[in-house]
C-alpha cells in the first residue's frame, strides 16, 4: 500500500468453493484510470524478495509491494473509482484452505503523468 491516499482492495463475496460470483474489488481510486490487479500466493517473500517491499527507490515514495505478483490482470476504474475483476471459485475441494494474495496498481493523474499507487493488500483463503 501506499501512506496517504491508499486505494482499497477487497473481496466482492465470500471467498468460498464454488462462488462463480465472487471478484475482487477496487474501491476509492481515482475515476476513469488504468490500474492492474496483481494477484499471487504469498506475503512474505518474491523469489528472494523479502515482502513488503518498499517502492522509494522506483519512484513510489511511500509505497510498497506486499506481495508477490504472479499473475496481472488489466482494467480501468469506472467513473466513480471503482473496478471489479471477475474470480469464480470452482467447487475443488483442493482449493480449500490455498492462500491468494492480491494488490492493485492504481494510476493517479493528481501525482503526475505516469503516477501511480498502489492499494492495500488482501489475503483470500477459499473455505
Avoid at 494477484?39 to 510498497?64: E, K, N, Q, T, V
Avoid at 494488490?103 to 492499494?119: A, E, H, K, T
Wanted: net charge neutral; glycine share 14%.
Amino acid at each position: 500500500g501506499c501512506t496517504s491516499q491508499t486505494p482499497l482492495c477487497d473481496a466482492l463475496g465470500a471467498p468460498s468453493l464454488g462462488n462463480a460470483g465472487f471478484g475482487i474489488q477496487l474501491s476509492q481510486a481515482q475515476a476513469s484510470v488504468p490500474a492492474v490487479l496483481a494477484i499471487g500466493d504469498s506475503r512474505m517473500a518474491w523469489g528472494s524478495l523479502p515482502l513488503p517491499h518498499g517502492l522509494g527507490s522506483y519512484g513510489l515514495p511511500g509505497c510498497s509491494l506486499l506481495m508477490n505478483p504472479l499473475l496481472s490482470v488489466p482494467t480501468y476504474t469506472s467513473a466513480t473509482g471503482t473496478a471489479i475483476v471477475p474470480f469464480p471459485i470452482p467447487p475443488d475441494p483442493g482449493l480449500k484452505g490455498g492462500i491468494t494474495t492480491c494488490q492493485w496498481l492504481v494510476g493517479d493523474p493528481r501525482l503526475g503523468l505516469g503516477s501511480f499507487r498502489l492499494s492495500e493488500g488482501a489475503l483470500l483463503v477459499p473455505h
